[in-house]
């Protein structure tokens, strides 16, 4: 047997994606239906999709464009900015989505053994981001058990760099949630913002979900020399497979963009340029498109909720905001991995473990990948698995 070069501990030290365990289950399934992965049941709207039909064969969609994004897509997402989310100094870069998007500002104002602050559970793909990039200090703050929002007093007490401990370069958060489905009310977010800027810490707010939002709530943003904002156009416009996100960072911190774009040009070079054409013409479109179909996951939320009463009624979490549902299984269930497990085995339905976003014994389930007859199916497949797991446990 030869000797081998050895693999980067950062790589072998990040944790497994967990979505790549859960298309395993997957295809090892029969017929499962998908209650796991993020993602919309809708196509980008239709008008779009013909306009970008036209300039496949323009020869300047095979190329190269600037890395920052095509310029037109640029301005429009400068304007988007400014009207809906009041960002008035703000500069943007496009990104092969939103994860990129993170990639890039972690690798642009973070150093390998700088802390960083999340709170659980977390999305995971951040958690692995910051594995992988040598931040090997990654501060996990705790959540209100009943709202599941940060924890204020902690992060205060953690941004004081108490006991002459580091102070944290950058705290992170999604909003709303990812895998909570909790938004952040403005006034905490001015709070966590207030409270980074005179620590001398970064805030990173991930928008992925701006336009989920259910039961009169109105999404918000902050704005700051020490904030930078993310955004996608996966989950709102069903661009999933088309790849664009972008970065909303500080016009004024000089140097930031000339960083910002090292990074790129090392990564994508540009995001796909047909996906930002597609995600111009979906910007033309407007938010009420996306709005309407955000409403019907309304009745989705409420056929999942009602298949998780076997559970209890403060089982379950979250929901107000992006397509996630927190849920919380009986305690003599602590292997929520096993669980999963045995929900796609015997039941046929996929969920996600809470384990992979630091919630051990917790499940999040996505009402927004289904339209609303296989949501059906999939609760009603749910609800019998969950009466049974708490009348018989996990029966072969």
Same mark, same amino acid.
């Given at each position: 047997?030869?000797?081998?070069?050895?693999?980067?501990?950062?790589?072998?030290?990040?944790?497994?994606?967990? @979505?790549?365990?859960?298309?395993?289950?997957?295809?090892?399934?029969?017929?499962?239906?998908?209650?796991?992965?993020?993602?919309?049941?809708? *196509?980008?709207?239709?008008?779009?999709?013909?306009?970008?039909?036209?300039?496949?064969?323009?020869?300047?969609?095979?190329?190269?464009?600037?890395?920052?994004?095509?310029?037109?897509?640029?301005?429009?997402?400068?304007? $988007?900015?400014?009207?809906?989310?009041? !960002?008035?100094?703000?500069?943007?870069?496009?990104?092969?989505?939103?994860? *990129?998007? %993170?990639?890039?500002?972690?690798?642009?104002?973070?150093?390998?053994?700088?802390?960083?602050?999340?709170?659980?559970?977390?999305? %995971?793909?951040?958690?692995?981001?910051? *594995? @992988?990039? #040598? =931040?090997?200090?990654?501060?996990?703050?705790?959540?209100?058990?009943?709202?599941?929002?940060?924890?204020?007093?902690?992060?205060?007490?953690?941004?004081?760099?108490?006991?002459?401990?580091?102070?944290?370069?950058?705290?992170?958060?999604?909003?709303?949630?990812?895998?909570?489905?909790?938004?952040?009310?403005?006034?905490?977010? $001015?709070?966590?913002? /207030?409270?980074?800027?005179?620590?001398?810490?970064?805030?990173?707010?991930?928008?992925?979900?701006?336009? %989920?939002?259910?039961?009169?709530?109105?999404?918000?943003?902050?704005?700051?020399?020490? =904030?930078?904002?993310?955004?996608?156009?996966?989950?709102? +416009?069903?661009?999933?497979?088309?790849?664009?996100?972008?970065?909303?960072?500080?016009?004024?911190?000089?140097?930031? #963009?000339? *960083?910002?774009?090292?990074?790129?040009?090392?990564?994508?070079?540009?995001?796909?340029? =047909?996906?930002?054409?597609?995600?111009?013409?979906?910007?033309?479109?407007?938010?009420?498109?996306?709005?309407?179909?955000?409403?019907?996951?309304?009745?989705?939320?409420?056929?999942?909720?009602?298949? !998780?009463?076997?559970?209890? $009624?403060?089982?379950?979490?979250?929901?107000?905001?992006?397509?996630?549902?927190?849920?919380?299984?009986?305690?003599?269930?602590?292997?929520? +991995?096993?669980?999963?497990?045995?929900?796609?085995?015997?039941?046929?339905?996929?969920?996600?473990?809470?384990?992979?976003?630091?919630?051990?014994?917790?499940?999040?389930?996505?009402? #927004?990948?289904?339209?609303?007859? /296989?949501?059906?199916?999939?609760?009603?497949?749910?609800?019998?698995?969950?009466?049974?797991?708490?009348?018989?446990?996990?029966?072969?």
């Amino acid at each position: 047997m030869g000797s081998y070069a050895k693999l980067a501990r950062r790589a072998l030290e990040t944790d497994t994606p967990v @979505m790549v365990q859960i298309q395993e289950l997957i295809r090892k399934a029969k017929n499962p239906i998908s209650l796991a992965q993020g993602v919309v049941y809708w *196509q980008p709207p239709a008008q779009a999709l013909d306009k970008v039909k036209e300039i496949v064969w323009e020869p300047s969609t095979s190329r190269y464009g600037a890395d920052e994004g095509l310029p037109e897509l640029r301005h429009a997402l400068v304007e $988007k900015l400014r009207q809906e989310n009041k !960002l008035n100094k703000s500069s943007v870069m496009v990104t092969a989505g939103a994860n *990129q998007a %993170f990639v890039n500002i972690v690798l642009t104002l973070c150093d390998p053994g700088d802390s960083v602050v999340m709170f659980a559970p977390y999305y %995971f793909n951040a958690y692995m981001s910051f *594995q @992988m990039t #040598g =931040i090997t200090n990654i501060l996990v703050g705790p959540t209100n058990p009943k709202t599941l929002l940060p924890e204020i007093d902690w992060l205060e007490k953690t941004l004081s760099g108490e006991g002459n401990k580091p102070i944290p370069k950058l705290v992170t958060i999604v909003n709303p949630g990812n895998p909570s489905g909790v938004y952040i009310p403005e006034l905490v977010l $001015k709070r966590i913002s /207030d409270l980074c800027e005179s620590a001398g810490a970064w805030l990173v707010v991930d928008n992925t979900y701006e336009y %989920f939002m259910y039961d009169g709530l109105k999404h918000s943003c902050v704005e700051g020399n020490h =904030i930078v904002n993310l955004f996608s156009f996966s989950k709102a +416009y069903g661009m999933m497979g088309w790849r664009v996100g972008y970065i909303a960072y500080p016009t004024e911190v000089g140097g930031f #963009g000339a *960083q910002l774009l090292k990074v790129q040009d090392n990564i994508p070079i540009c995001a796909s340029i =047909i996906g930002q054409h597609l995600a111009h013409h979906s910007l033309e479109v407007g938010p009420e498109w996306i709005r309407e179909r955000v409403q019907t996951l309304v009745k989705n939320r409420e056929l999942l909720v009602k298949a !998780l009463a076997p559970l209890g $009624k403060d089982a379950v979490k979250g929901g107000e905001g992006a397509l996630y549902l927190w849920v919380k299984l009986p305690n003599k269930f602590s292997d929520d +991995y096993e669980v999963v497990r045995w929900l796609v085995n015997r039941h046929g339905v996929v969920v996600i473990p809470g384990s992979a976003s630091g919630g051990p014994g917790n499940i999040r389930l996505s009402f #927004g990948g289904l339209n609303e007859a /296989d949501c059906e199916v999939a609760a009603e497949r749910l609800r019998r698995g969950l009466e049974e797991l708490v009348r018989d446990g996990m029966v072969q």
